[in-house]
């Protein structure tokens, strides 16, 4: 158990649909990032907050959105939702707001129909 | 929780014996490597990690091995048991223009025979 939770464990919505995941970081931790796993793909570097602000942002499509709240857990925001969208998201914490030693949580897969 | 869509190259390794798995990587701007072990239905987990002045580093039975002249990143097993097997791969984080980038490797399937 890395400390990072994640809910919902599963989700399945219809395509033109909106979901919001949720991400509680391991105690202490003041970064969170998020990642997408597709089939076909691999793992995808999404965004990263520290201390509630954006820090770092990657391949994330405008129709997706987070935020970090001042109690540290994070959002992901997924709107307009694709068939493409169905995949495994992550969300990893670590200390610091540089990358070392992520600790990733268990996953939400999300299944578009 | 595993890349099973992809085609992932597979190591099959007798418990007991050594495995090495390779990655390698593209920007040579990367100045910190990581390791990750993902275990069917999980998330990645930490495995070791190098900064780009080392050449190698060594944990609790693994070792990672830097060679920056032909960017290739490696990772050892020492006597690997079942409990090894899983799929690995490498990220690079290169940071420039003052942020950091993920970029991640599509795997290796590591499985250990008795």
């Known amino acids: 158990d890395s400390g990072v939770t994640q809910t919902p464990k599963h989700l399945i919505t219809a395509t033109g649909q909106r979901v919001t995941l949720r991400c509680s970081p391991r105690s202490g931790d003041l970064s969170v990032y998020w990642y997408q796993q597709s089939l076909d793909q691999g793992l995808q570097f999404l965004i990263q907050y520290y201390n509630g602000e954006e820090r770092a942002k990657g391949n994330i499509l405008e129709r997706f959105s987070a935020q970090q709240f001042p109690d540290l857990h994070s959002e992901l925001n997924l709107s307009s939702l694709e068939l493409g969208d169905s995949a495994l998201y992550f969300c990893?914490?670590?200390?610091?707001?540089?990358?070392?030693?992520?600790?990733f949580g268990p996953g939400t897969r999300l299944t578009v129909t | 929780g595993e890349s099973v869509g992809l085609h992932l190259p597979t190591l099959s390794v007798q418990e007991g014996d050594n495995s090495i798995i390779n990655c390698a990587y593209s920007?040579?701007?990367?100045?910190?490597f990581i390791w990750y072990k993902q275990e069917s239905g999980k998330g990645p987990q930490f495995i070791i990690d190098i900064r780009s002045n080392m050449d190698k580093r060594q944990g609790q039975r693994v070792t990672v091995l830097l060679n920056k002249t032909v960017k290739h990143l490696s990772l050892q097993i020492a006597a690997t048991q079942p409990g090894d097997s899983a799929v690995y791969f490498c990220a690079e984080i290169p940071f420039t223009s003052g942020t950091y980038k993920y970029i991640f490797g599509t795997g290796t399937r590591l499985k250990v025979l008795a």
């Open positions: 990893a914490s670590s200390e610091s707001r540089a990358p070392y030693e992520q600790y």
């Open positions: 920007n040579s701007a990367s100045d910190y």
